[in-house]
């Protein structure tokens, strides 16, 4: 079972930026695909962007333009670098994982990092 662990969260100012990263236990390079997610208080969990095993990205409207995901399969990490922060960017980031296993299909969540986005 992989553990992934996120780090890089924190407070910074409107405008700013802040690079999430995301250390996995064990390899990624077989994961079908990697995802951000974040939660602010109140509201659902939400996909902020992802990123499959061929490097295909997808994101929400909301970030897309402001925020990159990318991947390093050699270092087991994942990163959301994110720019241009607003305060509605505020929430709980969340790194997630998807495997294909044989036939089934598992996911792996991390414990989340604070990102807070002050005016």
């Known amino acids: 079972q992989v553990q992934l662990v996120e780090s890089g969260g924190g407070l910074v100012q409107a405008g700013g930026s802040l690079r999430l990263s995301c250390a996995a236990s064990?390899?990624?390079?077989?994961?079908?695909?990697m995802a951000w997610y974040r939660q602010a208080p109140g509201k659902q969990r939400e996909l902020v962007a992802s990123?499959?095993?061929?490097?295909?990205?997808n994101y929400a409207d909301s970030v897309r333009g402001r925020f990159t995901i990318s991947r390093d399969d050699a270092k087991n990490t994942v990163y959301l670098q994110m720019y241009s922060l607003k305060p509605e960017d505020t929430a709980v980031y969340y790194c997630?994982?998807?495997?294909?296993?044989?036939?089934?299909?598992?996911?792996?969540w991390g414990q989340g990092t604070q990102v807070t986005v002050s005016l």
């Open positions: 990123i499959t095993s061929k490097r295909v990205t």
């Open positions: 997630n994982g998807v495997e294909r296993v044989g036939a089934q299909t598992l996911g792996y």
């Open positions: 064990g390899s990624i390079s077989t994961f079908l695909a």
